[in-house]
């Protein structure tokens, strides 16, 4: 059973830091690309960073040079490393897994992320 829990939101001001994230059960990286996404208030989901099973990482032109993602194998947990926050980074962060070869996808409950003075 695939599960996975995030943590390390909350609220910060202009400029600061935050590092989410995202413990996964029941997955082997090298079997599951992984990613963040996040949603804000009246609009889409759109993905702000993947891991593929190899390692490579992508990010959304909005977030590069200002986040990093990472991961843990041996303790199945990814990161997201969140600097010179902005008040347009205001979202529910969301942690994501796709097993390759395979629709099959799974979502974890959001931490909220509120970029604030």
């Known amino acids: 059973q695939v599960q996975l829990v995030e943590s390390g939101g909350g609220l910060v001001q202009p400029g600061g830091s935050l590092r989410l994230s995202c413990e996964a059960s029941?997955?082997?990286?090298?079997?599951?690309?992984m990613a963040w996404y996040r949603q804000a208030p009246g609009k889409q989901r759109e993905l702000v960073a993947r891991?593929?099973?190899?390692?490579?990482?992508n990010y959304a032109d909005s977030v590069k040079d200002r986040f990093i993602a990472f991961r843990d194998s041996a303790n199945t947990v990814i990161f997201l490393q969140m600097n010179d926050l902005k008040p347009e980074d205001t979202a529910v962060y969301y942690c994501?897994?796709?097993?390759?070869?395979?629709?099959?996808?799974?979502w974890g409950q959001g931490t909220q992320v509120t970029v604030s003075s």
């Open positions: 994501h897994a796709r097993r390759l070869f395979s629709s099959s996808d799974w």
């Open positions: 029941g997955i082997f990286f090298s079997r599951y690309n």
């Open positions: 891991i593929s099973t190899g390692g490579a990482i």
